[in-house]
């Protein structure tokens, strides 16, 4: 795996790569068909067990469930941006072929979770509407330019490994279809951050300008991949919000603050390991409470971004309405494909039946 060769492969780099993915992706199912727990939302949820497309449940688990993955499944097609423009920029072919696997695998993921909103009993074209139309968000990360080589590297290490650090626990998720598919998202994402670390890692080991370019996209990525986490939801920020009620049905494992902490703790030794300096005058280790403090991230920064008032947004969105226009014909041939296949099937079937 690329990564493995400037860092000790059998050292964990980011969530996906320590014993709580494991404990996360392992699941005691009980339900032998549907009988074993019963199927009461409330027993499943109190059982640990997963809650399935065909199981009853609350219409406000249903609709939170269909914001949430809606917005993970626009960020990863949003997220396909950023980098995917450095392709024919990288500086070398084993550059740009570990970036085109990369982009295509954020397709993948985004493909992964309309279809796992799909057994919500939404339809795909909805949700992309609702993007295309900005009734529904993607991470505001995704609306930062990529303006150097490094920030690709800065994307990997710090982007995608804040994006693990969120969604390991999602492996836990109630909801059948979202939890299986971020297994596999999970451990492709590993990919994705040990190929943004060793960018970094050559770059800190280059010429003075190709340091001061490392440390450029450092300092510009630190903050938003903080904000990545969402806003304060513990102590008096628990109050109103999300958190509290997806913590009940079991969508989310850890508060916003939680993960948060976690991903500074796990990131602070790497970003000495590389020798880069993160951009926080306030972060230092805190023995009495065994982690790192760091500083006051700028929520009005966040929330701006949030609005559509970011560097990027207006760019983002307006190329991926472009190319969902552009890809119209590619859709229109598919489903006339598969219609004309389907009545070769019928046709086959009335011919053996009537033999």
């Known amino acids: 795996m690329y990564g493995n060769d400037v860092i000790d492969p059998n050292e964990p780099l980011n969530a996906a790569e320590t014993p709580d993915y494991d404990a996360a992706a392992e699941h005691d199912d009980q339900r032998d068909g549907r009988d074993a727990v019963g199927d009461d939302f409330d027993a499943l949820l109190a059982a640990d067990q997963r809650i399935e497309p065909r199981d009853a449940m609350p219409d406000d688990y249903r609709e939170t469930l269909i914001r949430q993955i809606a917005q993970h499944a626009h960020s990863e097609i949003i997220g396909m941006q950023p980098e995917g423009n450095w392709i024919t920029r990288a500086p070398s072919l084993r550059r740009k072929a570990i970036l085109i696997a990369k982009v295509q695998d954020e397709a993948g993921h985004g493909l992964y979770l309309y279809s796992a909103a799909e057994t919500l009993g939404i339809d795909r074209q909805e949700l992309l ?6 009734k529904q968000k993607y991470s505001s990360i995704f609306n930062y330019p990529t303006l150097t080589w490094a920030d690709c590297g800065a994307i990997g290490w710090l982007v995608d490994g804040a994006a693990i650090m969120n969604q390991v626990p999602l492996c836990r998720c109630s909801y059948g279809p979202y939890a299986r598919a971020m297994i ?3 451990k492709e994402e590993s990919f994705h951050q040990r190929q943004g670390f060793e960018i970094l890692w050559n770059l800190m080991r280059g010429t003075e300008s190709q340091q001061a370019m490392a440390q450029d996209a450092a300092d510009r990525w630190w903050w938003p991949a903080l904000a990545m986490f969402g806003p304060p939801d513990t102590g008096e920020a628990a109050k109103g919000g999300h958190t509290e009620q997806s913590m009940a049905w079991g969508i989310k494992r850890f508060s916003n603050d939680d993960l948060r902490q976690k991903f500074v703790d796990m990131t602070v030794p790497q970003a000495e390991k590389l ?6 005058p306030d972060l230092r280790w805190n023995e009495e409470r065994g982690h790192w403090d760091f500083g006051e991230i700028d929520w009005d920064e966040f929330w701006q971004v949030l609005r559509g008032d970011g560097p990027c947004n207006a760019e983002r969105i307006e190329h991926r309405r472009r190319a969902h226009d552009e890809g119209a014909w590619v859709r229109e041939a598919a489903n006339a494909y598969a219609a ?4 070769r099937e019928r046709e086959q079937q009335q011919k053996e039946s009537a033999a």
Do not use: E, F, I, S
Request: hydrophobic share 25%; net charge positive.
């Open 129 to 134: 509407d609702r993007l295309h139309n900005g």
């Open 184 to 186: 596999r998202v999970c």
């Open 275 to 280: 020798g880069l300096t993160l951009p926080d």
């Open 340 to 343: 004309k296949q389907a009545t």
